[in-house]
């Protein structure tokens, strides 16, 4: 990891402690503590409404972590990530109402998890067939193509076709009980909560551990300059429909993993705003890290959370903009990534990097 | 065959509208490199602008003259406040930044003028329809037809015969070499999206005569992104042909292929025929194909 700066005395001895990726001591206790924070702290301390706010940064997180891919790592603009979140939720939750599944793995609770697994496969299979133009377009007709993948998924297979299943009209609503994970019954904020943690730090260590294997050099040489990797011997099509597929798998997974939360699911969850919004975030915390990916989430959701705080107790005097909400939203979301690119282009992450540079160096930081 | 004939008629009616706005998309990226995804956004300001105003009880013309000049002006201070900063940044940041305006637009319309649909009342053309022969034409589509044409025309002859529009065509053409020879880049990226607000209000204000006006009005401004990848990004014929093509295929997949795939077939037609045209062609009829060196 080029970016850690190792104090005065440290030595790497063997090759093992040169990559291992929490090289000192001092980070091994800061992760230690993050997670100590998060498995234990926000559980303890949170109540039901900030619960879900973390769940929904949570699957910010896991949307955003494919588009991170795609676009920060491998070079491949997709404005079309949430027809694979789709893909991944539909495919679930039609495994669970459909399939009649033996008592013993409903009581078990394997039936959700598998649904899961499978749902990422088939989000990533169908992320790589819309993937398959990039192996002959690029730049902005590979956008469109992108953005052609949202609207037939989305607007047209799952809003008339998949949403016929069973009879059941536009809403598929989940029962309950269904949704197990082991002796688990997901049905409190609390169980999504550490649900979304476990998958969240799953993929996160994926991606960070993917990217610094052949696979992820092979992905950022085809984002830096694809003719030349060519030239250096790596098959770019392959690679670069491998990072399709990753991607896909993760938003396939978010997915899947979203509808222990909702009650319901319509094919209103995954609008093309929400595309957007995903690679919105993705640049407001920086483009090309992992960390930026986290920043954006987290800097997004709470924002809208609190910009919700602001207007509610006006909404008090101006019903009016009760309804308006959503709406003050959309231009709010507009306006904030306008100002990003403008005064912040590098993102959150380079501000976060540049203050933890600062105290790494401090009392010399020159 | 009739439902053939008058479904091609239709097609090449509506196309005429999106050649409209098609053109003043091309004509941003051509003259400023910039992708503008905010397109569906800009038809929606300037139809409900000259709505406004023909609700208001000035004449349809006056209205549409209006809206005009306000989207002359908004034109030019969306660029002036938020593209020209983005000069020699990369692609991906300004097309976002053309999200986020899209967005920006998009709350504020409807803040300001509400999700219901509008319909321009009294109606602005006579709803008795004309008879050619076999064919029978709402006069909507016949008039925003004629009314497309006559504009597109002086587009064309304002780039051939006006010093403004020379400026621009240089510009398009080689930035540098325009810039020695005196012309203001910052003033044709400033005209560019003038000229691209003013386009996409009439396309807006027709569109929104046919079948009345709301935000999914602004989809058929997305429909633009098709039509343009058709002809090839940087081709101004190839921007008109895209949008005729569009039109055509829209109504004949409304038609035909209804039947078979009920439902929004008419709305994701022209995507599904880009991906597998880019497939096959992956610069468009027109585009250029550049030729890439490490």
Not at chain 1, 113 to 130: E, N, R
Request: proline content about 4%; charged content about 10%; aromatic content about 14%.
């Amino acid at each position: 990891m080029s970016t850690t700066w190792l104090p005065c005395g440290t030595y790497h001895q063997n090759y093992a402690e040169d990559q291992s990726l929490w090289q000192t001591k001092f980070i091994k206790g800061k992760m230690i503590l993050l997670f100590a924070i998060l498995f234990m702290g926000i559980p303890l301390f949170a109540d039901s409404y900030w619960l879900s706010v973390c769940n929904t940064i949570g699957y910010t997180i896991l949307g955003a972590l494919g588009v991170q891919l795609l676009i920060g790592f491998c070079g491949q603009v997709t404005l079309g990530h949430a027809a694979f979140l789709a893909v991944g939720a539909y495919t679930s939750t039609l495994l669970i109402l459909e399939i009649p599944w033996p008592q013993a793995l409903m009581d078990f609770g394997i039936a959700y998890p598998l649904s899961i697994v499978i749902a990422a496969i088939t989000a990533g299979i169908v992320s790589v067939i819309f993937g398959l133009p990039s192996a002959r377009v690029k730049g902005f007709y590979l956008i469109l193509t992108t953005m052609a993948a949202q609207f037939i998924i989305v607007d047209f297979i799952i809003t008339q076709y998949v949403s016929q299943i069973g009879g059941r009209g536009q809403a598929f609503s989940i029962p309950p009980e269904a949704i197990k994970v082991g002796p688990f019954t997901i049905d409190s904020d609390i169980k999504v909560y550490f649900m979304m943690l476990t998958i969240v730090i799953l993929c996160v260590t994926l991606v960070v551990n993917l990217l610094r294997s052949r696979v992820g050099r092979a992905w950022v040489a085809i984002r830096d300059n694809d003719i030349s990797a060519d030239v250096m011997g790596i098959n770019v099509i392959k690679y670069k429909l491998l990072a399709f597929f990753v991607a896909g798998f993760i938003g396939g997974l978010a997915g899947a993993f979203w509808i222990s939360n909702l009650a319901a699911i319509s094919p209103e969850h995954f609008p093309w705003f929400w595309s957007l919004w995903l690679v919105g975030v993705i640049l407001i915390g920086g483009v090309g890290s992992i960390h930026g990916t986290i920043f954006g989430s987290i800097f997004m959701v709470v924002v809208m959370e609190l910009l919700q705080f602001a207007v509610m107790p006006l909404a008090d005097s101006y019903p009016k903009l009760l309804m308006d909400f959503l709406f003050i939203k959309e231009a709010a979301f507009g306006l904030a990534i306008c100002a990003f690119m403008i005064f912040e282009p590098n993102g959150l992450s380079y501000r976060w990097w540049q203050i933890k540079n600062y105290f790494n160096l401090w009392p010399f930081s020159y | 065959m009739e439902l053939f004939l008058m479904t091609i008629t239709t097609g090449v009616m509506v196309g005429g509208i999106y050649a409209l706005v098609a053109l003043g998309w091309v004509l941003i990226y051509k003259c400023s490199g910039v992708l503008n995804l905010a397109m569906g956004e800009l038809t929606l300001i300037g139809a409900y602008v000259s709505l406004t105003f023909y609700q208001m009880g000035v004449p349809f013309l006056l209205a549409l003259l209006l809206s005009l000049i306000i989207g002359f002006i908004l034109g030019i201070l969306t660029e002036r406040i938020f593209l020209d900063r983005l000069i020699g940044q990369p692609v991906l940041t300004v097309i976002m930044v053309t999200v986020g305006l899209s967005f920006f637009f998009k709350g504020i319309i409807q803040l300001i003028w509400g999700t219901d649909t509008r319909v321009f009342s009294p109606s602005v053309f006579p709803l008795k329809p004309i008879i050619i022969g076999p064919l029978i034409i709402g006069q909507v589509y016949l008039w925003s037809f004629i009314a497309a044409i006559i504009l597109l025309c002086i587009f064309v002859c304002f780039f051939k015969y006006t010093r403004w529009g020379l400026a621009m065509q240089a510009t398009a053409d080689d930035e540098m070499a325009a810039l020695s020879l005196g012309v203001s880049a910052r003033f044709v990226y400033a005209a560019a999206w003038a000229i691209a607000f003013m386009a996409a209000g009439v396309g807006g204000t027709l569109l929104g005569n046919i079948n009345g006006l709301n935000v999914s009005v602004g989809y058929l401004g997305l429909l633009v992104l098709p039509a343009v990848v058709l002809g090839g990004l940087n081709s101004v014929p190839g921007a008109i042909v895209g949008g005729i093509v569009i039109g055509i295929l829209q109504n004949l997949s409304g038609a035909y292929l209804d039947r078979y795939f009920p439902g929004g077939v008419k709305e994701v037609a022209p995507f599904v025929f880009m991906a597998i045209f880019l497939l096959f062609k992956p610069h468009g009829i027109w585009g250029w194909e550049r030729i890439e060196r490490v």
